[in-house]
């Protein structure tokens, strides 16, 4: 007998042993007593024929023992069926319990983190190109998370030019009376007041998917938030009239506990000093982005008046609250306007993109 019969005999006996135990365990209180004894009997002869039996004895003793568990747990009518659903609810339930309480993925719905991390965009074009096309775009969806979109009139009449926005930011047009919902910042295609067929495009673009990113649910369980770490946070408890509640907001977490927060255009000031560590302090001060370079001041314009508006303004954080800002601090609505966020709203650091696959795939520099 070579070394690969060898292995297949010991493989084949180790799962057919473990089969025989699973049997008893599970059937011993209720089998019939000689039922239990041919399982036994099965059992010594399976270890006899791996040990110096013939390859027909082994086979026999494997067929054997087949038949004595059979006898004890007859095998279900739909076992294939109910094999797969139990493999797939506990598949289910490891993947419901990491997110509940290890990692849990979220994705960037704005712009506020660029050029760190990227939310929802577009870049103009008007017609589907070669790529675009059914099943070719699969691959640019599936893979590097974007492709052409567009929205059509449902039906026919007068382009109007109101327009509002909705909870999520995007465009509510109408035509018609018939209400159309455009993505924020999709092109439009048509002129206000322009009639429009049914079927005629209304807005187009090259639709980039926000970065997905993990997020580490228990890290703060075992150590203190970091500045410079991306948190997610959840808005629950901000009472500010321009904050969507009850969702979840990613940031850079700038401030801690008992610090004085004030901003010097492109610098952030803490406690009288200009921040420059960790890293990415330093490449806010020396980069720009969309031309806005650093830290800028919130919007002084803004109801209620922000935090940190104007020189001078300065923010003390009390102590278990934490400030975040965006990235992109000329288009993100942060602690500069609400204030510091407690402890007990932040979920976690975000510490990967996990999808799309664009150049900041991969874990997240701090």
Same mark, same amino acid.
């Given at each position: 007998?070579?070394?690969?019969?060898?292995?297949?005999?010991?493989?084949?006996?180790?799962?057919?042993?473990?089969?025989?135990?699973?049997?008893?365990?599970?059937?011993?209180?209720?089998?019939?007593?000689?039922?239990?004894?041919?399982?036994?009997?099965?059992?010594?002869?399976?270890?006899?024929?791996?040990?110096?039996?013939?390859?027909?004895?082994?086979?026999?003793?494997?067929?054997?023992?087949?038949?004595?568990?059979?006898?004890?747990?007859?095998?279900?009518?739909?076992?294939?069926?109910?094999?797969?659903?139990?493999?797939?609810?506990?598949?289910?339930?490891?993947?419901?319990?990491?997110?509940?309480?290890?990692?849990?993925?979220?994705?960037?719905?704005?712009?506020?983190?660029?050029?760190?991390?990227?939310?929802?965009?577009?870049?103009?074009?008007?017609?589907?190109?070669?790529?675009?096309?059914?099943?070719?775009?699969?691959?640019?969806?599936?893979?590097?998370?974007?492709?052409?979109?567009?929205?059509?009139?449902?039906?026919?009449?007068?382009?109007?030019?109101?327009?509002?926005?909705?909870?999520?930011?995007?465009?509510?047009?109408?035509?018609?009376?018939?209400?159309?919902?455009?993505?924020?910042?999709?092109?439009?295609?048509?002129?206000?007041?322009?009639?429009?067929?049914?079927?005629?495009?209304?807005?187009?673009?090259?639709?980039?998917?926000?970065?997905?990113?993990?997020?580490?649910?228990?890290?703060?369980?075992?150590?203190?938030?970091?500045?410079?770490?991306?948190?997610?946070?959840?808005?629950?408890?901000?009472?500010?009239?321009?904050?969507?509640?009850?969702?979840?907001?990613?940031?850079?977490?700038?401030?801690? $506990?008992?610090?004085?927060?004030?901003? #010097?255009?492109? &610098? /952030?000031? *803490?406690? =009288?000093?200009?921040?420059? @560590? +960790? $890293?990415?302090?330093?490449?806010?001060? #020396?980069?720009? &982005? /969309?031309? *806005?370079? =650093?830290?800028?001041?919130? @919007? +002084?314009?803004?109801?209620?008046?922000?935090?940190?508006?104007?020189?001078?303004?300065?923010?003390?954080?009390?102590?278990?609250?934490?400030?975040?800002?965006?990235?992109?601090?000329?288009?993100?609505?942060?602690?500069?306007?609400?204030?510091?966020?407690?402890?007990?709203?932040?979920?976690?650091?975000?510490?990967?993109?996990?999808?799309?696959?664009?150049?900041?795939?991969?874990?997240?520099?701090?």
């Amino acid at each position: 007998m070579n070394f690969f019969e060898r292995r297949r005999r010991r493989k084949t006996a180790r799962h057919l042993r473990h089969e025989l135990r699973h049997a008893r365990a599970m059937r011993e209180d209720v089998a019939d007593a000689k039922d239990l004894g041919r399982l036994d009997r099965a059992g010594e002869r399976l270890a006899a024929a791996e040990s110096a039996g013939t390859a027909e004895a082994f086979e026999d003793a494997c067929a054997e023992a087949v038949a004595a568990i059979r006898t004890v747990r007859p095998p279900h009518r739909f076992h294939a069926v109910a094999e797969n659903y139990e493999v797939i609810v506990v598949a289910l339930a490891v993947a419901m319990s990491i997110r509940c309480f290890f990692v849990q993925p979220f994705k960037i719905p704005t712009g506020s983190m660029q050029p760190t991390l990227y939310g929802i965009e577009f870049r103009d074009q008007a017609e589907p190109g070669f790529w675009d096309r059914f099943p070719l775009n699969i691959v640019g969806w599936s893979l590097f998370g974007e492709g052409f979109v567009e929205v059509k009139a449902r039906n026919d009449g007068f382009f109007a030019p109101q327009a509002m926005r909705d909870a999520e930011g995007d465009w509510i047009v109408y035509i018609d009376r018939t209400p159309h919902r455009v993505r924020r910042n999709m092109p439009f295609r048509r002129r206000p007041e322009e009639y429009l067929r049914r079927g005629d495009t209304i807005a187009s673009g090259r639709m980039r998917y926000g970065d997905h990113v993990l997020v580490n649910k228990v890290a703060y369980n075992f150590r203190r938030p970091r500045r410079g770490d991306i948190i997610v946070f959840d808005t629950s408890g901000i009472a500010h009239p321009q904050i969507r509640r009850d969702t979840f907001y990613i940031k850079r977490l700038v401030g801690l $506990p008992g610090e004085t927060i004030e901003i #010097e255009p492109p &610098y /952030l000031v *803490v406690d =009288g000093r200009r921040v420059l @560590d +960790p $890293p990415a302090f330093q490449r806010q001060v #020396e980069r720009t &982005y /969309l031309g *806005v370079r =650093g830290y800028t001041f919130a @919007d +002084p314009r803004s109801v209620p008046r922000p935090k940190l508006a104007a020189p001078g303004d300065s923010l003390f954080l009390e102590p278990g609250r934490y400030l975040p800002m965006g990235d992109n601090s000329g288009s993100s609505l942060d602690g500069r306007y609400f204030g510091g966020v407690p402890q007990r709203s932040l979920v976690g650091p975000a510490f990967a993109v996990y999808w799309p696959l664009t150049e900041r795939w991969g874990f997240i520099r701090r």
